[in-house]
């Protein structure tokens, strides 16, 4: 009778320490795993660089500029009058991505476009900044790798891409500085 | 089979000692031990121990306004001197301070602008030649590095900031050299860099030689060892979780084994 | 045709796939129920571990590889942005390069066991020559690694290991000029040694394969150095075996955590620290702490060989310090021929049991610490002597066979009749 609790006993103890052992295990490798899944993420110095600031003074209306930023171009374009009025005559519905220009530029910045230069179809980067590019049908940019048009406002008008050029996050420093990222 | 576990524990201490043991020092005395905040960088037995983060704002500072006209620490960012509790506009007016080289620009020029934060520390030579041409034909150490580089480590760098005297009767000094206690073969090219009062600390802190000396080798220890005190957290909770597993799993093993033996 | 399907798994994937390629059944022969000699002390727990150390190994190495710059201009600058700015980089280099310690101290130990217990004997050569292969892999493997990182140890490591081979009569000069790709240690020396570095231990790997299947052939040998009689003498593998290994795992990554958290740079070399530079070289070049007793042997010779009587040079020094380091090893390959008593274990023999631990162990201390040392008196006395011992311990063992009266051996492993002070001994 004795004999038989022992035994009992000791069953239900046993399973506990194998199960203690084995979640400790569990969790010891998943702990470990941590840091090499982390070491792929973007390390301190490239955070560094996330933000860039940009000098506009040089950039003359109706010019555009390359800048680089993490790694892609960002496209900065000094609008002339008649690009701005253009990009805002279009009736918002008839967009594959509706969004009204005033939305992409920021108030009393309405030249200034601010654009990700990397087409959302498959990642190519569209022509059109610097002079005697193509800037397609609609004025703006011409994607070479499968055709996508961009307006004056860099949002998609004709062509495989389903969305607009991406506006970064950026403020304007001075009247003639703005910092990106 | 006892007296084999006690040999092979004797073995692998040996093991661990024969590389100290290695690093006899040439003919320089050995510097003697200092106290440390954080216990010094390659210490063991300092679990719990951190940086003196005041110490090593005035070492930068130290580091700054004496060293840095001749010494590198390239490995450094200006953005690093947040982790020893310098402010965010405080990085930025150090990085401003300085002229970077950068470039090219459009025209394929190079140019220079105000130091950013994720800049590296702007080093005083353009070059390893140049700095050895300005230095009597021998660059002047980076000091990024310096504390884990040398043997001693904190006790050396302190000991040799401290060490200059005057070369004792007979020690033949060549031009352009000094005479130091703790640098190997007692004649440094480095004249003695920190003096009484030499720089003039913001928080108030007489800056006698020994506090000058001291603050600057905390400051050169972070920048060797950034990682020191994360490091040392990290390991008291690996160790304290394998200690409790292995436990368990000794419970375990006996367990199993009981109904073997 | 030949095998119907005979898997029995409660799991109908792990069944269905079973039935097609049986690595279950597998799995569970050659780790679940395989016959494991019940009497294992805590020395066998480090094959088990030299294989989670490799596996560690290539695992934070491969981590390591995707920060590394392969390139003397930058690979130093690359290792401490890995220390510096790379999430959780510190620890994963700490964690490869003291790992490179760890293994050898794991091999070392596993090493002297199978050589206390005769683990090398018939019919388990083969397995002892794949760990001598294994060894070999390790030493290069951590040779190159080390070199990676480009500070002036390695660079001077590199300088004077790969000018060993200039002590090889007429083609020594060509061959070093084609490891080194140059005329000194440099770019394409850095790049080939780490291409070596990332593909040597999968090449390791496979020879542990091959000494693991060779083991499961052969079983096990055990402190008693008597073959398993029956199944009262063995237990299977799972769950007496890989519970133990797993407690034994622990306690050593309690060790292994303690230097790579609280003493990460105490069998590094401070010059490490200090970019390559080869117009200077360092003070004391000292390899890594486990290269110590084979760098003693290199050193050791200080004399040259000639014919007796004449001015004639058969070896010179050079030279012959590097045949006594290789051959250092090489005499390994052969212990299993030069060991002829028919007794295993060290145990059962009086004599032997004495050699091994005051003649090998302490000639590798004796090594071990000579080699670090700066190559003057008595160091190189010492390391004279080690070498003389190192090697005296093998070359003695044929005539040790003949003179030796081993004690009369255990009746089997469960029930050890005679002998039987050995036997309760755990």
Not at chain 2, 68 to 89: I, K, P, W
Request: aromatic share 14%; glycine share 8%.
């Amino acid at each position: 009778m004795a004999d038989t609790m022992h035994a009992g006993d000791g069953q239900t103890r046993r399973d506990f320490i194998y199960l203690a052992g084995a979640a400790m295990g569990g969790v010891g490798a998943a702990a470990a795993l941590w840091p090499f899944i982390h070491s792929l993420n973007p390390a301190a110095d490239t955070l560094a660089l996330a933000t860039i600031e940009v000098d506009l003074a040089p950039i003359q209306p109706g010019q555009a500029i390359k800048a680089m930023w993490r790694g892609k171009p960002v496209f900065i374009r000094n609008r002339t009058q008649e690009e701005i009025d253009t990009a805002r005559a279009v009736p918002t519905a008839e967009l594959i991505d509706p969004q009204p220009d005033q939305a992409r530029v920021k108030e009393g910045k309405d030249n200034w476009l601010v654009l990700v230069g990397v087409c959302t179809h498959l990642g190519c980067i569209p022509l059109g900044t610097s002079s005697g590019e193509s800037k397609g049908d609609f004025g703006g940019w011409f994607c070479p790798c499968h055709g996508s048009h961009y307006d004056t406002s860099g949002r998609i008008r004709k062509g495989p891409a389903p969305l607009n050029l991406p506006v970064p996050e950026y403020a304007f420093l001075t009247d003639t500085r703005v910092k990106i990222g | 089979m006892r007296r084999l576990r006690t040999l092979l524990a004797a073995g692998a201490m040996t093991i661990a000692g024969l590389t100290s043991t290695a690093l006899a020092a040439g003919n320089a005395p050995v510097p003697p031990a200092q106290t440390w905040a954080h216990g010094g960088v390659n210490s063991f037995l300092s679990f719990f121990k951190g940086y003196d983060y005041a110490s090593v704002q005035r070492g930068f500072q130290v580091y700054k306004e004496v060293c840095s006209s001749c010494h590198a620490m390239h490995l450094l960012s200006y953005r690093n001197l947040l982790d020893v509790g310098f402010t965010e506009a405080e990085v930025k007016a150090i990085a401003a301070a300085q002229e970077i080289t950068a470039g090219p620009n459009d025209q394929g020029e190079m140019f220079t602008r105000p130091g950013l934060p994720a800049d590296r520390f702007k080093s005083p030579f353009p070059n390893a030649q140049a700095a050895a041409a300005a230095n009597g034909g021998k660059a002047p150490p980076d000091l990024s590095l310096i504390v884990k580089a040398r043997a001693h480590h904190e006790d050396y760098i302190y000991a040799l900031l401290t060490g200059y005297t005057d070369a004792p009767e007979g020690f033949e000094l060549s031009p352009g050299s000094n005479y130091n206690k703790y640098f190997p073969g007692n004649a440094i090219a480095m004249a003695q860099p920190i003096y009484e009062n030499g720089v003039t600390y913001t928080d108030g802190t007489p800056a006698t030689i020994e506090q000058q000396a001291k603050d600057v080798t905390n400051f050169m220890a972070w920048a060797a060892e950034p990682k020191l005190e994360e490091r040392r957290r990290v390991g008291i909770m690996v160790i304290l979780f394998l200690v409790f597993f292995a436990g368990i799993m000794y419970a375990a093993k006996r367990r199993l084994w009981s109904e073997v033996h | 045709m030949a095998h119907a399907p005979q898997s029995n798994f409660e799991n109908p994937v792990v069944n269905w796939i079973d039935q097609r390629l049986p690595i279950f059944t597998m799995m569970n022969k050659e780790y679940g129920s395989f016959p494991t000699p019940r009497n294992f002390n805590y020395f066998w727990n480090f094959g088990a571990l030299a294989m989670f150390v490799l596996v560690t190994m290539i695992v934070s190495g491969i981590f390591l590889a995707m920060h590394y710059t392969n390139n003397t201009a930058m690979a130093f600058d690359s290792v401490e942005r890995i220390m510096r700015d790379v999430n959780w980089g510190w620890m994963i280099r700490y964690i490869h390069a003291n790992g490179a310690s760890m293994f050898f101290i794991v091999v070392y130990i596993h090493i002297f066991r199978g050589i206390y217990y005769g683990s090398y004997k018939a019919p388990r050569e083969l397995i002892w020559i794949f760990g001598v292969i294994i060894l070999l892999l390790m030493m290069g493997t951590a040779f190159m690694g080390y070199v990676l990182p480009w500070g002036q140890m390695s660079f001077w490591g590199a300088t004077v290991i790969t000018n060993l081979f200039s002590a090889i009569p007429v083609v020594g000069e060509s061959i070093v000029t084609l490891l080194w790709g140059g005329f000194s240690v440099d770019n394409p020396t850095l790049n080939r040694f780490f291409a070596l570095h990332y593909l040597l231990p999968f090449v390791l790997l496979a020879v542990v394969v091959l000494h693991v299947a060779a083991l499961h052939i052969a079983g096990s040998n055990n402190p008693l150095g008597i073959e398993p009689k029956g199944p009262q003498d063995t237990l299977p593998f799972h769950p007496y075996y890989t519970t133990k290994d797993i407690f034994g795992l622990t306690i050593f990554l309690i060790f292994f955590a303690s230097f790579v958290f609280f003493a990460p740079n105490m069998l590094g070399h401070p010059d490490n620290y200090i970019p390559a530079d080869p117009l200077v070289t360092p003070a004391h070049i000292v390899p890594e702490w486990y290269f110590l007793p084979f760098y003693a042997i290199l050193r050791s010779i200080t004399f040259s060989i000639g014919l007796p009587f004449t001015d004639v040079v058969l070896i010179d020094a050079k030279l012959g310090g590097v045949l006594a380091m290789f051959g250092s090893i090489a005499i390994l390959f052969v212990l299993p021929w030069l060991d002829n008593s028919p007794v295993r274990s060290a145990r059962f023999r009086p004599i032997f049991r004495w050699w091994v631990l005051l003649c090998l162990v302490p000639s590798f201390f004796m090594l071990g610490y000579a080699g670090g040392k700066p190559a003057e008196q008595p160091y190189v006395l010492i390391g004279q002597l080690g070498t003389v011992m190192y090697f005296a311990f093998f070359l003695l063992l044929p005539i040790i066979g003949r003179i030796e009266k081993p004690l009369p051996l255990p009746a089997s492993i469960a029930n050890p009749v005679l002998g039987g002070n050995a036997a309760t001994a755990k």
